[in-house]
């Protein structure tokens, strides 16, 4: 298996607070992804990373912030967390763009109360 | 832009039954396409991939083939199993630095 670790894995939070989500991998990939999946819609594409500081938006980017100050870190930031952010999160990591394999995480469940 | 189309569910099945989930895509250029498979508490799984124009991808019993005549990269098992119960997603790995997912087929089989 892919070495990518997710943090937390469960969290509750309130409405209107700040919540920061890792991405944790060991394989040095250069290619990083924060997915949410919702009924209904797959998963949607919030930002990713093509490497370190280098970052860009997604499909549903708005809300969300992120960060990558190392290969093997990628941070997902909700500024004021609101219910619609409710959802499963997912990381994945790739060493090629696109065409090749992703590996993805275990995933986040956020609810937002 | 890229888009694929995926075929709504739920499915639910019999086991040794055929299963076709029928997935399209829209895309400039020669795009890789994938089936990923999630199943029940984990992140998804690579299932199969085809990279080119009449590839067959093949797992665990699973096929695929790449008709870039129809567009379409449609997921076949001839005799599914209680353990194939999951979420089918099928992706497309175009021009754009990411994939693109359609949006999941649950499977559910009967023993």
């Known amino acids: 298996d892919a070495g990518i670790t997710q943090s937390p894995r469960h969290k509750v939070t309130e409405t209107g607070t700040p919540v920061t989500l890792r991405c944790h991998q060991t394989e040095n990939h250069r290619y990083m992804y924060w997915y949410r999946q919702d009924p209904g819609h797959g998963l949607r594409l919030i930002h990713y990373s093509y490497g370190v500081k280098d970052t860009d938006k997604g499909e549903v980017s708005d809300g969300y912030s992120v960060s990558r100050s190392k290969t093997e870190d990628f941070l997902l930031t909700l500024e004021s967390a609101t219910s619609s952010q409710t959802s499963v999160y997912f990381c994945?990591?790739?060493?090629?763009?696109?065409?090749?394999?992703?590996?993805f995480g275990q995933g986040t469940r956020l609810t937002v109360v | 832009g890229d888009s694929v189309t995926q075929m709504e569910g739920p499915v639910t099945l019999s086991e040794e039954a055929f299963l076709t989930i029928n997935c399209t895509y829209t895309a400039t250029g020669y795009p890789s396409l994938f089936w990923y498979v999630q199943y029940p508490g984990e992140g998804l799984q690579l299932l199969l991939k085809a990279t080119k124009a009449d590839d067959k991808g093949s797992n665990k019993g699973f096929e695929a083939t790449y008709r870039k005549e129809t567009t379409s990269f449609h997921l076949e098992k001839g005799s599914v199993q209680v353990s194939d119960s999951a979420v089918y997603f099928c992706?497309?790995?175009?021009?754009?630095?990411?994939?693109?997912f359609g949006s999941g087929t649950q499977l559910t089989v009967l023993p």
């Open positions: 994945a990591i790739s060493d090629r763009a696109g065409d090749t394999e992703a590996f």
């Open positions: 992706a497309l790995g175009g021009s754009a630095r990411q994939l693109t």
